[in-house]
């Protein structure tokens, strides 16, 4: 297949583990499995992975101190929270060390406020702190004058939600894991200890299946099991991102007093330099229509003003929406079925970025308890992946870039062909923009489509232009 | 090694940083640095398909790239150092740019700095339009450079956005590529440019849609309809592949925002006192940037004007103090 040059035939014969979904949790999935020794596949329907769930969140490092306490998730966020800090200077990953300020609007909101203080100490978050209405105009004197109290968590950060999964994956490829993009699981069965898998593009033998289908894991166990132990109710939020001169009114990501649905809309920095407003939360049937709606993006819009008035001065770069594969749970839904060698990883929300790893190696320990054991591989590979994170040193300061393609981003020539060359090369326009952030700036391509419709030409499913005559 | 020092360095080699420069050189700066972050001089007018160009400065009508390629000539010819494929990253307090090229990182210490960074076309984003989010969704300037400098369209059916001068000259740029344009679409009641230009698009079989405003867009991977608010209010689908939006001009000025320097929020231009300076005064703003949107003739003939009050600051002759005179 075009751009995919691992995906013809899949080597190897049988595998241990097959991921069924590259977004966020399947790529720390694959990690982890491979690195523990298994021998993974990991299976995505779309052109390209991170296309579904995982596309469109808030980039928020959590530290936790607002989950429920003893839950599953709440002990996936730490323990994913931890090894990314781990980890992140070897594979070369960003932190924006910006923490967080839960802002109560008014008297009533700031009667949660010793709630929120407790709960996060329950999650053993024991470095927040309260703050009058007097210091949180020292922290952040751009926030309107009408905050009334906040709650500091000051190890809440800011990530990259992109590179951050790529890399886990391509880690996992550089140590042996394959990857096939565009194929989809028609059916499966299981007999004798092995799944046989059909897919689109081929039968697939494997031991143990790994259900991380984001927003379609319920049909697929349904497909794999007969029935599903949860349903998912997709929950979209459009977001609006400000030109990067915003990013310079506030340090702290702005967190709204949570209610029972949703989080609420925050306002903070993104890892590139930009400052976003969003996410909505809206109840849809569609898993797959992330639209975005005028009068929403305006209401976000009057939303980030009243937080900050002076972003009223500043331009809008970007508009997107994602959709959390919310559950009729509050909780994940992490299920094996050591009968049917079979993995359930639903209802990951928002949350997944940072609680992917601690999900990975949730995953592993129960696939452990299933009777499975590996010897962890030697001499572990470290993908060399060219940051994005402006806090980073980034490939237009260095020799031999190429020069300059997207002028808004800074995004170099030599970054593009890395994007578009390699076991995980980019395939489609938007597989670009993640691994680059070209076109994605604040003029949207008016200045670099051309050039970039030329180096793409052939290399992309859909051509981004063709020839004229 | 590339001078690390000069006089006066100018952001931008459009037809007003090509005659600043120019005229700079004439006025007797010694060393002129023209800073282009494109690999060819020209800015703008280099994929602009329309005539005329040229008439001010050459007494002939020209095509763009010609107008273009003359101007820059004329800079080099003067002595005036054009950087290409120099893009400034920062602007420092006292003119230090830092820069980067091919070879990474640098730095220049310029006395006087002209900002001429142009205007682009508020896309899609910034309208805050709804519906999905497909490929072939773009501006005018997209369009048109893909069709002139690359020779590659990027649909064959799109629905243009605005009726600006720049709408119409979008309009024949399709046609000049073989494409062939559904609709121009204009939420007011009469166009906004000259009034009779409607007449080419509808002699030509595409529709010119006035008190019509684009509801939203659809399609997966690539556009696939608009939906359109016809004047009756009712609401109507238009099946498409592309999306062009046009004109909405606004200053290219981010370098300035930046740094700091006062802004206008209406045109996104920098604040300029009587002489052309930015809030900080070692740095000048001219042409598009500065108030959108002007032809390259007259953001030619501003840039002569501009080097004679360049020249004059470089010798001391202009006040100290900032007092903001445009909006």
């Known amino acids: 297949m075009l751009g995919d040059p691992t995906s013809d035939r899949i080597a190897g014969g049988e595998f241990d583990v097959v991921v069924i979904g590259g977004g966020v949790v399947g790529c720390a999935m694959a990690r982890r499995f491979t690195l523990e020794g298994a021998r993974v596949l990991v299976l995505e329907k779309a052109a390209d992975i991170l296309d579904g769930a995982s596309k469109g969140n808030s980039a928020i490092l959590h530290t936790g101190f607002d989950a429920e306490p003893g839950s599953l998730e709440q002990h996936c966020i730490q323990a994913g929270y931890e090894e990314y800090l781990q980890i992140k200077d070897e594979l070369n990953l960003p932190v924006l060390e910006s923490g967080a300020l839960v802002v109560a609007w008014n008297a009533v909101e700031a009667e949660k406020l010793g709630g929120i203080v407790d709960k996060a100490r329950a999650n053993s978050v024991r470095d927040v702190q309260h703050l009058s209405s007097a210091q949180l105009q020292i922290k952040e004197p751009r926030l309107s004058k009408k905050a009334f109290a906040a709650v500091e968590v000051p190890r809440e950060f800011v990530i990259d939600p992109w590179t951050t999964p790529y890399t886990y994956l391509l880690q996992a490829i550089e140590n042996g894991a394959t990857v096939k993009r565009n194929t989809e699981v028609i059916d499966a069965g299981f007999a004798a200890g092995l799944w046989q898998i059909e897919t689109n593009r081929g039968e697939i033998t494997a031991r143990i299946i790994i259900n991380c289908a984001g927003l379609y894991g319920d049909l697929l166990e349904q497909k794999l099991l007969g029935q599903s132990a949860f349903e998912i109710r997709p929950r979209k939020g459009q977001f609006l991102v400000f030109d990067k001169s915003a990013s310079r009114l506030i340090d702290s990501i702005i967190l709204p007093v949570p209610n029972a649905i949703t989080k609420g809309i925050v306002v903070c920095r993104t890892i590139f330099g930009n400052l ?71 209802g990951i929300r928002s949350t997944g970025l940072t609680a992917a790893l601690g999900i990975a190696s949730h995953v592993f320990g129960l696939y452990q308890a299933m009777g499975n054991s590996h ?28 020069g300059i393609i997207c002028h808004c981003e800074l995004v170099t020539r030599h970054e593009i062909e890395q994007a578009l060359s390699g076991p995980l090369a980019a395939n489609s326009l938007a597989g670009l923009k993640r691994r680059t952030r070209a076109t994605m700036g604040r003029c949207q391509g008016f ?23 | 090694m590339k001078s690390t020092q000069c006089q006066v360095a100018i ?28 690999s060819t001089a020209g800015g703008i007018p280099r994929h602009c398909g329309h005539s005329p160009f040229g008439m001010r400065e050459f007494k002939r009508v020209l095509s763009g790239a010609e107008y273009t390629r003359r101007l820059a000539a004329q800079a080099e010819k003067a002595g005036v150092e054009i950087r290409l494929a120099t893009t400034v990253t920062e602007l420092g307090q006292y003119g230090e740019l830092s820069l980067s090229t091919r070879d990474g990182r640098q730095q220049l210490k310029a006395e006087r700095v002209v900002i001429c960074s142009g205007a682009r076309e508020k896309p899609r984003a910034a309208r805050l339009v709804s519906g999905a989010r497909p490929q072939a969704v773009m501006t005018t300037g997209a369009l048109q450079s893909m069709i002139y400098l690359k020779r590659q369209r990027p649909c064959k059916r799109p629905v243009i956005i605005g009726s600006e001068m720049v709408a119409f000259s979008a309009f024949l740029s399709c046609r000049h ?39 939203s ?83 030619w003939r501003e840039g002569r004007d501009m080097a004679s009050l360049v020249k004059a600051s470089l010798d001391g002759k202009l006040p100290d103090r900032w007092v903001q005179t445009n909006a």
């Not at chain 1, 962890?376 to 993908?383: F, G, K, S, W």
């Not at chain 2, 529709?207 to 684009?214: D, G, Y």
Request: charged letters at 20%; one cysteine or more; hydrophobic letters at 40%.
């Open chain 1, 276 to 346: 976003l407003v969003g996410p909505t939360a809206e109840e849809q049937q569609s898993r797959d229509d992330a639209s975005v709606n005028a009068n929403t993006l305006q209401a976000l819009h009057n939303k980030g003003v009243e937080i900050i008035p002076e972003l009223a001065n500043h331009g809008v770069t970007a508009t997107y929406a994602g959709i959390r594969p919310a559950t009729e749970f509050k909780d994940y839904c992490i299920q094996p079925y050591a009968e049917k060698n079979y993995i359930s990883v639903g």
């Open chain 1, 375 to 402: 010897n962890q591989i030697d001499n572990i590979v470290v993908p060399d992946v060219l940051p994005l994170a402006e806090s980073l040193e980034r490939n237009w300061s260095k020799p031999g870039n190429g």
């Open chain 1, 447 to 469: 200045y670099c489509s051309a050039e970039l419709s030329e180096i793409c030409a052939r290399r992309l499913q859909i051509p981004l232009s063709e020839p004229l005559k």
């Open chain 2, 11 to 38: 952001i931008g080699a459009g037809p007003g940083g090509l005659s600043i420069a120019t005229e700079l050189k004439k006025l007797g700066v010694d060393h002129v640095a023209l800073l282009e972050r494109e």
């Open chain 2, 177 to 215: 590529a073989g494409m062939k344009p559904v609709a121009m679409i204009e939420a007011e009641p009469v166009v906004s440019w000259w009034r009779l230009a409607a007449l080419l698009p509808r002699l030509l079989g595409t529709p010119v849609l006035t008190n019509t405003s684009l509801e």
């Open chain 2, 217 to 299: 867009i659809e399609g997966k991977d690539k556009v696939r309809a608009v939906m359109l608010k016809r004047p009756s209010g009712e609401l109507a689908t238009i099946d498409c592949d592309g999306v062009i939006f046009t004109g909405q001009f606004i200053g290219e000025s981010t370098l300035a925002t930046m740094a700091g320097f006062a802004i206008d929020t209406v045109t996104n231009s920098p604040l300029v006192d009587a002489y052309g300076r930015c809030s900080n005064i070692n740095y000048f703003a001219s042409g598009n940037l500065r108030y959108p949107l002007k032809t390259a003739g007259q953001c």
